[in-house]
């Protein structure tokens, strides 16, 4: 996974196993964790209780990472299952190393900083204490497919969980078996939420909620040249912005009221792996680039009318950057059990019928044949 956001003033991203933290203000030195040379998990004696009752394995691949809404607190976890806390400020320490039950695929962090909510690929929500950093994570709720997102409303009231079964559902924080309302509707899966309430599908589409009520407000199509044809696999989440398997942008901002305008297209000179805001509103994209792997824009002043525009001078050379990554493993796979059935099913009422005739064709032949016998001769030596 090649992922990009921002921990405070820390630009950070990963790329395979490492994790890489870059100030954006100051000339200070760059952060740079790898998962493959951190702490092994113990080995597991027969007591133990594992998942799936054999040896853990994995690639050490960063999947998911998340920040505080401070900027102190950073977590990810990778493909060998751990779960590491660091703090951010004023230095960069690895406060914890946990363990998790199964890979995941989101992290979240409270509000109030207190709590670290993980999401995996079986549908569960473990929390993590944050104050006990060495405490085990403890189960707060459950999807029956993967957990694609899961965010936190800033009042810490609900949990909003996303999961690739195409609905979006919120609970209560304090008691997660409370459903507070779903959201449903989304064509395609789902493959992320945010705070408000929009929700992005796969099938190009941006549709926002109120998640309280679960009551739909707006949905819109994205298509590259505008128009109103549907554009399939053009829409992955991000921030306010969506990016496509092409080079543009579609940019969602607010009407000045409780909903959000027409999007925007911003072309882009490669094909966008990730984006996200800093703390000036700036847009920052990781693209597919080897020489220029991140650009910056700006967004002027909405009363200049003006749109947005990158940032001249800047470049940046985190790391190399390989292909695009495709979400393709993350799709259902979708085949129609129910036509093979059917036919299975007629199959065999056809067979039935041919040995019930077969039978009573020989039932038949068989009477035939009794009434057709040899009449009955008078034994001579009886007369």
């Known amino acids: 996974m090649r992922t990009l956001g921002f921990c405070g003033d820390w630009l950070v991203t990963s790329c395979g196993t490492k994790l890489v933290a870059v100030h954006t203000k100051e000339d200070r030195e760059a952060f740079v964790f790898d998962c493959s040379l951190a702490e092994k998990r113990p080995k597991q004696t027969k007591g133990d209780d594992t998942s799936d009752g054999a040896e853990e394995t994995g690639n050490d691949e960063v999947l998911a990472f998340a920040a505080s809404a401070s900027g102190r607190l950073l977590a990810l976890t990778d493909d060998t299952k751990r779960l590491v806390l660091f703090g951010c400020e004023p230095s960069w320490t690895c406060i914890s190393t946990r363990w998790v039950v199964r890979r995941c695929t989101a992290l979240t962090f409270s509000q109030a900083e207190d709590e670290l909510l993980v999401a995996d690929k ?86 926002l909620w109120e998640f309280e009520s679960g009551r739909q407000l707006q949905s819109w199509e994205l298509q590259e040249d505008g128009s109103t044809d549907s554009a399939p696999e053009t829409a992955v989440l991000l921030g306010s912005v969506c990016r496509d398997s092409g080079r543009h942008l579609f940019r969602l901002d607010s009407d000045g009221g409780s909903g959000l305008g027409p999007p925007r297209v911003l072309p882009l000179p490669r094909s966008p792996l990730d984006v996200s805001f800093d703390r000036d509103g700036r847009l920052w994209v990781l693209m597919d680039s080897c020489e220029d792997p991140v650009q910056v824009f700006y967004s002027a002043p909405v009363r200049t009318g003006s749109g947005l525009g990158p940032v001249s001078g800047f470049t940046a050379a985190l790391f190399s950057v390989p292909a695009s990554r495709s979400f393709q493993h993350l799709f259902k796979v979708s085949y129609d059990n129910v036509t093979s059935y059917l036919q299975k099913k007629q199959q065999r009422l056809e067979e039935q019928l041919k040995r019930r005739a077969a039978q009573e064709e020989n039932g038949g032949k068989k009477s035939r044949r009794e009434e057709s016998g040899p009449e009955h001769r008078t034994d001579p030596d009886s007369v």
């Open 122 to 207: 079986s549908g569960d929500v473990y929390s993590f204490s944050v104050a006990a950093a060495q405490r085990d994570g403890e189960l707060k709720l459950g999807h029956l497919s993967m957990l694609l997102a899961v965010v936190i409303s800033p009042d810490d009231r609900f949990i909003i969980t996303a999961d690739r079964d195409e609905k979006i559902r919120v609970s209560h924080r304090r008691s997660p078996y409370n459903i507070q309302a779903f959201c449903l509707g989304t064509l395609v899966m789902l493959v992320g939420v945010l705070i408000p309430v929009p929700c992005f599908c796969q099938d190009g589409t941006v549709k």
